[in-house]
């Protein structure tokens, strides 16, 4: 039996992987984590119809409480002490980022940046000696490498998910432990929290697109998951345009 375990578990990359890992299983339970308790109960029934082979659990946490996330990873572990695979999906961005409220901007760092650290922090201390090989993905983003006025916001918070992954994935590599850890970087996806830019008419990859390459890309190890792929060398363009010239792109 795979044990997954998903926080941010509503997401619709979450849901994308979640339906292409059941289809690849006859035997899987699925540990789903999110904060709206309504909406991941509705998402979870229909899962469970929709695959009745696998068995599916619901917990909602207040992501914005490092107890109560600390907790919840104990409660967890103590029931699941094998998980085969990890997918930290939980997300939050505002539009109008020059116009951030406090309250929201805390909302945002709260999501994408402490509930990201302390989660890996507490997983990893209970499963860093495990002798059987763990994979890990963490949802960034292609905006945590380089600041754009449009969202600097966020892709500061998705920086520091980056940073702290790669130090993650160093002190992984140095100990020798099991964990294989990933980071993807989406592009625009058509999401919920990319609504307003779908409106506008812009293409945006599809969520079934971007959920196959993580799968794929957890399974094989990769360290790195630029998805939809073209987004690796946009970025690597974009992160070394000089600032002189940088400056001037709305972009």
Not at 7 to 32: E, H, K, L, Y
Not at 160 to 185: P, T
Not at 204 to 211: D, K, P, Q, R, W
């Amino acid at each position: 039996m795979r044990n997954i375990l998903i926080f941010g578990a509503t997401a619709s990359m979450a849901q994308a992987c979640i339906r292409m890992w059941a289809q690849q299983s006859t035997a899987v339970t699925f540990i789903c984590v999110a904060r709206d308790a309504q909406k991941l109960q509705a998402q979870v029934t229909d899962l469970q119809i929709r695959f009745p082979h696998a068995v599916f659990e619901s917990h909602a946490v207040d992501f914005a409480c490092a107890e109560a996330l600390t907790q919840q990873i104990d409660t967890i572990c103590k029931h699941h002490p094998q998980l085969d695979q990890v997918l930290l999906a939980q997300g939050c961005m505002y539009q109008a980022e020059d116009h951030l409220t406090a309250a929201q901007l805390t909302d945002m760092l709260d999501v994408n940046v402490a509930s990201v650290a302390v989660i890996l922090n507490a997983l990893y201390a209970k499963i860093a000696t495990q002798s059987h090989t763990i994979q890990i993905a963490v949802i960034g983003s292609v905006a945590g490498d380089r600041g754009r006025k449009a969202n600097y916001a966020y892709g500061a918070s998705k920086a520091f998910v980056a940073c702290y992954v790669e130090g993650l994935q160093h002190r992984i590599a140095l100990e020798q432990s099991q964990v294989q850890l990933s980071l993807v970087k989406p592009g625009p996806t058509a999401t919920a929290m990319t609504a307003h830019l779908t409106a506008t008419g812009k293409k945006l990859a599809s969520v079934e697109a971007v959920a196959e390459q993580i799968v794929k890309g957890m399974a094989c190890g990769q360290r790195i998951i630029y998805t939809p792929k073209i987004w690796q060398i946009i970025m690597r363009i974009i992160r070394h345009i000089p600032f002189f010239i940088f400056k001037k792109l709305d972009i």
